[in-house]
């Protein structure tokens, strides 16, 4: 009786995970980033991570999702960037 109670708990756990992934998947945040300055007499590091962020000449723009992996690296070369945050339902 007691194994059957907590494999029901565990279902409802799985589900309500589930729909909390869902309500945040639905509300995702995505960045438009934009190389407004030359990477040109840059250092290494910093053309690398604007290849990163796949931005290869001024004025390219990318659309990236909004997690701490991509805000590291704009804050590396902020300088250089112009973000705008997106939300997308």
């Known amino acids: 009786m007691a194994v059957k109670e907590e494999k029901t708990g565990k279902k409802q756990s799985k589900a309500s995970v589930q ?15 934009k190389l407004v300055r030359s990477l040109i007499g840059r250092p290494r590091k910093q053309r690398e991570v604007a290849k990163g962020l796949g931005l290869r000449k001024i004025d390219s723009e990318v659309m990236r999702k909004d997690c701490p992996e991509i805000w590291g690296m704009i804050k590396k070369i ?9 939300e997308r339902k």
């Open 78 to 86: 902020s300088h250089l960037l112009e973000v705008e945050v997106l």
């Open 19 to 33: 729909i909390e992934a869902s309500k945040l998947k639905s509300a995702e945040k995505t960045l438009r980033v």
